[in-house]
């Protein structure tokens, strides 16, 4: 693993010190970014479904995919 040094104002290392030590366990800055990253893109999946639900034709059109994936073989097979 590669490690590299970023940039950040005291008070944002701080901050995530604070988030690390609190909230997640007492885990490094680094795992502690990593799970903020994670949290985020979960948001923006989540995000993303709740913008495709708000437009019935298009969640429609989602359902039918996954009516037609869930028939579907395993592993590409025909």
């Known amino acids: 693993m590669t490690l ?7 008070a944002v290392r701080d901050d995530l010190a604070r988030l690390a030590a609190d ?5 490094t800055l680094g795992a502690a970014l990593e799970h ?5 893109r979960k948001a923006r ?5 709740d ?3 708000a437009d019935p ?10 009516v037609v994936w ?3 073989p395993a592993g590409g097979e025909s």
């Open 51 to 53: 913008r495709l639900r």
């Open 57 to 66: 034709e298009a969640w429609g059109s989602y359902q039918g995919e996954l």
């Open 45 to 49: 999946v989540l995000d993303a479904f």
């Open 70 to 72: 869930d028939g579907a």
């Open 4 to 10: 590299t040094t970023i940039k950040v104002q005291s």
């Open 23 to 27: 909230d997640l366990g007492g885990v």
């Open 36 to 40: 903020l990253l994670i949290e985020y």
